[in-house]
């Protein structure tokens, strides 16, 4: 067996991945994301019906710091996980489909996401 001089396929540290590729990944993730996040409002309300005191501990600990960060970094999987949601809807009806619309509807969401993550954040101050 001889050894080949022929080129490798690109692996991951060569090949980027387009910004839609990313979305759609990212997608995955906050879908994954918010299910961790149901199970903990899940726990939260059972702990409400059934022992106060722990409730109250998830409360006094979603309220620190970290957990402040958390609900927020939860809160901004929702908004990404909505609105591209939405984008997928106008998907299905054969909106959208174009290289350069996929690419402005990728970054209309991503703007939209932090927009109305930062806009919750002040107005729950």
Known sequence: MSSSN??????????KFPLTVKTSILHRITGLTLAFGLVVFVYWLYALATDVSS??????WLLSVPGQILLY???ATFFYHFC?????LFWDVGKGFTNEQAQRSAVVVLVATLLLTVLTYFLAQ
């Open 6 to 15: 022929r080129p490798l396929s690109p692996h991951l540290q060569v090949y």
């Open 84 to 88: 591209n949601g939405i984008r997928h």
């Open 55 to 60: 409730a109250d501990q998830l409360r006094g």
């Open 73 to 75: 970094l939860w809160l």
